[in-house]
């Protein structure tokens, strides 16, 4: 007999399945369409309660505050939602934000930084730069607030504190990311040997986006674009998961063995038969409510 979780469980699953459905029966479908999509992510999430949200600009760039009830104030989540750089946005991603916000007891901002292709790269990074910037000078300790993404967001949680330390800037205490997709050149051994198993991710999907953000004139070894080939010295200390059987855990896992070669504190979860991004589960999986208190765990570890 199923258990009620795993029934629970199949709808992140489910979501991307009627997605590809979508994408590939209709594949000349214009990018109003595809964000419209998109912006369901936050179905599989439950709502969480004892939050509250409030839109502002933030550094030049609109958001969402997730304010768990109690949070404290002085430590800061900077969120950036997945999506290729082209999709995605801060309202499909408050919830899942909004329940790592309230199980460390901080706030959140989810950026809704500029995407591709009307912005390619690196529009995206600077938004970031910029939303960190602006807390820092509202006095937000810059050790207190923590860059946070998923799939190409986690991309950006990475970059944006590589981009801080360029230009010579404090950088975050701590970085967190949930499926980072890293690999713009597309080459990942797990796009192959899990292509069965991922519900959402394909190399043909990512080419597209690749295109979207990177254009023809980017090199898609750039550092900022592409963290696999970044200089990881000095960067914060890092916790990174995945899903088993999504086609990106790859690039979780060579992102491990870059930043431990440079001496990075890094702690990798990659979570047994999870689909990408399985935090989007919140509220309906034990997984994810066991991986949000480990995620705690680390957290506090360092305060």
Request: negative net charge; charged residues 20%; contains cysteine.
């Amino acid at each position: 007999m199923t258990s009620n979780i795993a029934i629970k469980s199949d709808a992140l699953r489910d979501l991307y399945a009627e997605w590809t459905t979508l994408m590939t029966d209709n594949p000349t479908m214009g990018m109003r369409l595809f964000r419209s999509i998109f912006d369901e992510w936050h179905q599989p999430t439950v709502e969480p309660e004892d939050v509250t949200y409030r839109e502002e600009v933030v550094g030049g760039v609109p958001g969402i505050w997730c304010l768990p009830a109690g949070a404290d104030e002085s430590q800061v989540m900077l969120f950036t939602h997945g999506g290729g750089f082209a999709v995605g946005s801060a309202s499909s991603h408050r919830k899942v934000a909004a329940h790592v916000a309230k199980t460390l007891g901080v706030t959140s901002f989810v950026l809704d930084y500029r995407r591709a292709p009307e912005h390619p790269h690196p529009a995206q990074i600077e938004d970031g730069v910029a939303v960190f910037d602006a807390l820092v000078e509202r006095g937000i300790d810059p050790n207190n607030i923590t860059t946070i993404g998923d799939s190409a967001g986690g991309n950006l949680a990475i970059a944006i504190p590589l981009a801080l330390k360029e230009q010579g800037k404090p950088t975050p205490g701590q970085v967190i990311v949930f499926s980072p997709w890293l690999d713009m050149e597309n080459e990942g051994e797990t796009l192959k040997t899990n292509n069965d198993t991922d519900a959402l991710i394909t190399p043909e999907l990512l080419a597209g986006m690749i295109a979207g953000v990177l254009g023809d004139k980017i090199d898609p070894r750039t550092p900022l674009a592409n963290p696999l080939y970044a200089d990881f010295t000095g960067f914060p200390r890092l916790y990174v998961n995945a899903g088993s059987v999504e086609s990106l855990v790859d690039n979780a896992t060579r992102l491990q063995e870059r930043t431990e070669a440079a001496g990075v504190d890094i702690t990798v979860n990659i979570a047994e038969g999870q689909q990408h991004v399985f935090p989007f589960l919140a509220g309906r999986s034990d997984v994810v409510t066991e991986e949000l208190a480990r995620i705690r765990d680390w957290y506090g570890s360092a305060r």
